[in-house]
């Protein structure tokens, strides 16, 4: 999931500068809604309900369903774990305590502009998420380690790919609760991050559609800037038309 379905608008100046202080803003509204949301709802995500014994607990009582759950966890770890992270396959049981905190990251891309492959710009969306259970090594953590930009800590990245895998494999085990993150209006969709091996995680997406400007124009902003980086913009006619999901729901069921 990348800049491929991305759409291009043509901006002037005086253009990007109005709209890109709207889509910080309305940035900040969305991030703070997410985080009490996501506050919200950890009751209902605690990984035990899913793993039972397969994680270290004060509670030793088995979940129904468990044996399935661990196998699916260990058959995608293990299918991503050695390359690029240099892991072991096996998982050893039972699992370090996991917090049922959630955490969501703005998912980030890279475009190449130009006929360069070489130096690419990394482009931040304004409202789409990574969403896992809070470890010590976060999506942006995880990467940089993978990119080289920070030293490699295999325990960190194990827990972290854990954290990712465990909320993939509980939204479907329990696919209530991603219907209560729909009816929260967020889209929920399962992607896998070629960047880190096929990574399967979950992407929230806000209901509001966002575009970049052409490469010209964002290869202005970032030499300017001196950072090769540039966020999504808002489409402040697509606030507009944001759905009502509620209300197509009951159409539907009436037409």
């Not at 996501?38 to 605690?46: A, E, G, M, R, S």
């Not at 030293?151 to 960190?156: C, L, S």
């Not at 729909?182 to 992607?191: A, G, I, K, S």
Request: charged letters at 25%; a neutral charge; one cysteine or more.
């Amino acid at each position: 999931m990348g800049n491929q379905n991305i759409i291009r608008k043509n901006l002037d100046n005086q253009q990007f500068m109005q709209l890109r202080k709207n889509t910080e803003k309305i940035v900040e509204v969305l991030d703070k809604r997410l985080k009490g949301h996501l506050n919200t709802l950890k009751p209902l995500f605690v990984p035990r309900k899913l793993l039972g014994t397969y994680i270290k607990s004060s509670s030793m009582n088995d979940v129904p369903g468990s044996d399935k759950a661990f196998a699916e966890l260990q058959e995608q770890y293990a299918a991503i774990c050695e390359k690029p992270f240099g892991l072991p396959k096996k998982l050893q049981t039972p699992l370090p305590t996991i917090s049922n905190q959630l955490d969501a990251v703005p998912f980030k891309y890279s475009i190449y502009i130009g006929e360069s492959k070489e130096k690419a710009t990394s482009i931040t969306a304004a409202t789409r998420w990574i969403l896992s259970y809070q470890s010590e090594c976060p999506y942006n953590r995880l990467k940089a380690m993978v990119m080289g930009t920070e030293t490699r800590q295999p325990d960190d990245m194990k827990q972290s790919l854990i954290s990712c895998l465990i909320l993939s494999i509980f939204l479907k085990h329990f696919p209530v609760l991603k219907q209560l993150l729909q009816d929260l209006r967020y889209e929920v969709e399962f992607q896998t991050l070629e960047d880190l091996g096929g990574l399967p995680v979950v992407i929230l997406k806000a209901p509001i559609e966002c575009f970049l400007p052409p490469d010209d124009f964002i290869l202005q902003i970032t030499q300017l800037s001196g950072i090769p980086a540039f966020q999504e913009i808002i489409d402040l006619d697509e606030v507009e038309k944001m759905p009502d999901t509620l209300k197509e729901t009951l159409q539907h069921a009436i037409s």
